[in-house]
Every structure is written in structure tokens, then in C-alpha cells.
């Protein structure tokens, strides 16, 4: 019986992405929010979709591997569903200094983008049932979604080479998200990332209920579901979060906000972003944001602590991945992109100030 009520969601799910949208995929959100007791029926969210799936399945007594292959399937079928890339307008070409990464000190992982002939280049290192046509298992971006929409650029340039563009569609929420799992789990990571975003580029969408938002760049821990990240919430609020979870409980989560954007959004130029997340001892993570136009001398904007009640959950476990792009929460009234022109992560345990700051 359980067999064929999973079976049943599998083929409603098929059934209703084969109906979408033919120029990008809209989430299959009616199907799921009915077949799931309603449990996504108020957000147009994929990633709301897929959290439902997860625990319906769940409920009904599907296995972890049944619920992984679902989700997994799910995900590549919305991914074949984008046939072309709407244009957006690009930013003026940049004519400020910029602070490329230098490589005197050994990156953990990283990508600036050079490697790569075109785009069918870059989606061969990019697991299929993320989107792209590399191997599921041992390819560079190991995880995420959406990675169709996701496309390198040779005339949005940084200094002086090529970058990623993540395209984001009008009429829904979808955007890349590309993650990396480490060569080796960290304690102390040193994140660094450029970005720049198409004219008017906005949080701002149409999904009620929903919070203006969106999750720039993150990091998690091995074997755990919590992460660190920094977002734009409340429109253009910067937010530095961290945390852990435990069977749906999150005990020790933290965060910094009131920082706010200013120009980012005008597509003027680019912009540098610095994270140090330090795991102090057994139970506390420390974690700091710098930020600045590119070329200018970055800031130290948030300072967090977040501690862990390790005589109830155990030791505070180490950073294994990194989050190149997450979600972004409501639907879209235009099209608009951002760019990447590289990002790198770095071991704090060997490289204590890698970026010359005032710490």
C-alpha cells in the first residue's frame, strides 16, 4: 500500500511538470501542495515543494533512498524544462579598479571561471541532477539545482576575464544553486566571493506570505542540516546566520542584521564579500562578514557567536561544503541576473589572515 501511494505522488508529480511552462519550468506546486495535505499549498517555492515531498514520503514510510531518488528526479525534470535563457540587461562595462584573488596561499576550492571554452564547458562539471551533464557522482558542483540556468559570460568581464551569470527568470522563484563538498572537512574557512547584479536587480516579488529574500552564499556542516550563510532579507536587509539542526530543532541559531544595500543593485560595478566562519572550541562557531565595492578596502559589517549545547547534541561539527548561490524566495515580475566573477575558499587552520585584514 505504501508502495503505490509513493508511486501514485511520483506519477501526479510527472504528470503535472509535463504541463509547465515551455520556456522555463514553474514549480509543480498545485500537485504537491494536494497530494501532501497541503503542506506547501501557500508558497510557490521549489524548495518549499521539495521540503513537503521529503516529508510526506516520509510519513507514508518511503525509504531515505526512495525519498532522495524522488527529489532527485524531480529536480532534473524541472531542470529540462528551461529551453532558453530570457535576456537581461547587462551592466555598463566597469571601469574601477578592481582586488583580484591572488593565490599566494593555497585554495581549499574555488573557481574564477577561466577554464572553460563556453558554457557546455562549465555544465560538464556540473552533476546532471543538478542540471548540468556531468556525472552524478565525482563532479566538481556535487549538488543543488537549477544549474541550466546558469551560463558563462564573455562580455560581463572580471578583471579581464569571463564569469557565470545566474539567470533568474520573471514568473517564478528559480535560480542556480551550485554546491561544492570540500576535499577535506574544515574548522576554520575563509570565504571570499565577487559579485554583480543586472540593473535594478531585486529581492522584491509577488508570492504573498512570502519574505522578500534571498540567500547569497553559504556553508554547512558534515553530517548536519544546519549552515551558515549571508542574505538579503526584508528586501535589502544583509543577514549573517548560523546555525545547526537536529531533527527539525534548531538550538543554537544566530544571527546579525541592519546592514542594508545601497548601490548593488544599480549594476554600477563589483563587489567584494569576506566571511571567516572559526569554530573556537567544541560548542561556539564565530563568524565574520567584511564587505566593499571592489577595489576599496573591505569592512567588517557583522560579528557573530553562535554555541552549541554539545552535552545534548554533540560537538560542533566541521564545514564540508559550500553554497555557491541558494534560494531565492518569491516569484519574479522580470527577468534579471546576477554575476560571479569568482569566488574561493580558503583554511583558516593554515592561512590565518590570507586577505591582509584588520582583524
Known amino acids: 500500500m505504501r508502495s503505490s501511494r509513493f508511486l501514485y505522488l511520483a506519477a501526479a508529480l510527472f504528470v503535472a511538470s509535463c504541463g509547465l511552462h515551455p520556456a522555463y519550468a514553474q514549480t509543480p506546486q498545485q500537485v504537491v501542495g494536494a ?33 532522495d531518488s524522488a527529489i532527485a528526479s524531480i529536480r532534473a525534470l524541472l531542470a529540462t524544462q528551461v529551453a532558453t535563457l530570457p535576456v537581461v540587461t547587462a551592466p555598463a562595462k566597469d571601469t574601477a579598479s578592481v582586488t583580484p584573488i591572488v593565490t599566494a596561499y593555497v585554495r581549499a576550492a574555488g573557481d574564477d571561471y577561466t577554464a572553460y571554452a563556453d558554457t557546455k564547458g562549465f555544465l560538464a562539471r556540473v552533476a546532471k541532477f543538478v542540471g548540468g551533464t556531468g556525472p552524478d557522482n565525482g563532479s566538481y558542483y556535487s549538488d543543488g539545482m537549477n544549474a541550466n540556468l546558469a551560463s558563462i559570460d564573455k562580455s560581463v568581464l572580471y578583471n ?20 561544492v563538498t570540500l576535499p577535506a572537512p574544515l574548522t576554520k574557512a575563509w570565504f571570499r566571493f565577487k559579485l554583480r547584479f543586472s540593473p535594478g536587480w531585486t529581492t522584491v516579488g509577488t508570492t504573498p506570505n512570502s519574505a522578500n529574500a534571498y540567500k547569497i552564499f553559504g556553508w554547512a556542516w558534515q553530517g ?13 536587509e544583509y543577514q549573517l546566520e548560523s546555525y545547526s539542526t537536529f531533527n527539525g530543532s534548531v538550538p543554537n541559531y544566530t544571527y546579525k542584521g541592519g546592514y542594508r544595500e545601497s548601490t548593488e543593485w544599480s549594476g554600477d560595478r563589483w563587489y567584494d564579500y569576506i566571511i571567516y566562519s572559526e569554530q573556537l572550541d567544541n560548542s561556539r562557531v564565530r563568524t565574520r562578514w567584511w564587505f566593499a565595492p571592489d577595489g576599496q578596502t573591505p569592512v567588517l559589517k557583522y560579528d557573530i557567536t553562535s554555541t552549541l549545547d554539545t ?15 541558494i534560494n531565492y524566495n518569491s516569484a519574479r515580475t522580470k527577468d534579471q541576473a546576477l554575476w560571479y566573477g569568482q569566488w574561493e ?13 584588520s582583524l
Request: charged share 15%; proline share 4%.
Open 311 to 325: 552535552s545534548k547534541y554533540g560537538n560542533q561539527a566541521p564545514i564540508n561544503r559550500v553554497m555557491v548561490g
Open 224 to 236: 548536519n542540516n544546519g549552515r551558515g550563510n549571508l542574505v538579503w532579507t526584508n528586501t535589502d
Open 35 to 67: 497530494q501532501l495535505d497541503k503542506l506547501a499549498a501557500a508558497s510557490k517555492s521549489q524548495d518549499s515543494a521539495l521540503a513537503a515531498l521529503a516529508a510526506w514520503t516520509a510519513r507514508i514510510g518511503a525509504t531515505r533512498v526512495q525519498q
Open 160 to 179: 579581464g576575464h569571463q564569469t557565470v551569470k545566474y539567470t533568474q527568470p520573471a514568473g517564478g522563484n528559480l535560480t542556480p544553486q551550485l554546491w
Open 345 to 357: 575558499v580558503v583554511d583558516g587552520s593554515t592561512n590565518a589572515n590570507p586577505f591582509n585584514l
